[in-house]
């Protein structure tokens, strides 16, 4: 079904058409045209398309009948992807308006109110504010890199969180233990990993804790005087939580902790080796850039 740009009644064509979508991941995309008539009034259609190959054949149908226009949509997701396609099968394109802008926006035209509806007749508009430009959507290959990436990053922010986390329990739980590392987080890690009990740790074999700590830090010639300082500690917060905390509970949320950290690195080298693999696929090594200090291996 298409949209007749001619007012059946009025027999007057829009001099200029504008089309706002809210678009929607789970619930249906919001979709508003507004044509301007040469008389200056304003009619609007609205309606609803929900985000299947159903719907989006749907859209393209319903704005087909507006050729070379372009919608207005925030970036919502990858919902953008899908209603480009859509839009070009309609004969028009898309342009994205990011969040920020579109909540200005919203604030100068209506206040502070929102809804999917509200929502896709302010986009409606965008173009009497801002420049918009038509959405040039990557390569699959480029797309496929650009995600890859994006994961990454939130897993490195995931991983991040783990770390805080484990931190955050050690500066109430055990401080002392947690400063006897000297800031050394594999010598922390590999230390609480073996000893997560710190009724354990307090009675760890000197030889053992010695080469465990030796073998995360390097070039650092005071290791046993740190092995006595960590076996120390843990036995006197072990002294001191009697009766007052269950130690065995705290060893259990240490070693989820960690557990935490371990999946966290394991998915970010995943993720790391993907992304290098579409990197390199698309765009090769480049000898200058790496050339250049502080280029080269990506880091964590």
């Not at 099968?89 to 920020?100: E, K, N, P």
């Not at 000197?206 to 960590?230: F, K, M, N, Q, Y």
Request: contains cysteine.
């Amino acid at each position: 079904m298409s949209i007749h740009s001619t007012d059946p009644v009025t027999g007057l064509s829009p001099v200029r058409v504008q089309v706002g979508i809210d678009a929607a991941v789970v619930a249906n995309h919001h979709v508003c045209v507004r044509e301007i008539l040469p008389d200056g009034q304003v009619r609007l259609s609205r309606f609803t398309a929900p985000p299947t190959l159903a719907g989006l054949d749907m859209l393209s149908n319903r704005l087909r009948g507006y050729p070379g226009v372009v919608a207005v949509a925030e970036p919502t997701s990858m919902t953008w992807l899908a209603l480009s396609i859509a839009m070009r099968q309609a004969g028009g394109d898309l342009s994205l308006l990011g969040a920020r802008h579109a909540a200005r926006l919203r604030g100068a035209i209506i206040g502070k109110d929102k809804s999917d509806v509200i929502d896709a007749d302010v986009l409606a508009t965008a173009g009497e504010v801002f420049t918009l430009a038509p959405l040039r959507p990557l390569t699959p290959p480029q797309l496929a890199l650009r995600r890859a990436v994006t994961r990454r990053g939130k897993l490195v922010v995931d991983g991040n969180r783990s770390r805080r986390r484990l931190i955050s329990l050690a500066r109430w739980a055990f401080p002392d233990v947690w400063s006897a590392f000297a800031g050394s987080q594999p010598t922390a890690v590999a230390v609480l990993t073996r000893w997560p009990d710190l009724r354990a740790l307090g009675s760890a074999r000197r030889s053992t804790l010695t080469g465990v700590v030796a073998a995360h830090t390097r070039g650092v010639p005071d290791v046993p005087a740190r092995v006595e300082a960590i076996r120390a500690a843990a036995r006197a917060w072990t002294g001191f939580w009697e009766g007052h905390l269950d130690l065995d509970a705290l060893a259990w949320e240490v070693a989820e902790h960690l557990h935490d950290m371990a999946e966290a690195d394991q998915r970010i080298a995943r993720a790391t080796a993907q992304a290098t693999r579409y990197w390199a696929d698309l765009y090769g090594d480049d000898p200058l850039l790496l050339s250049v200090p502080g280029m080269g291996a990506l880091r964590t």
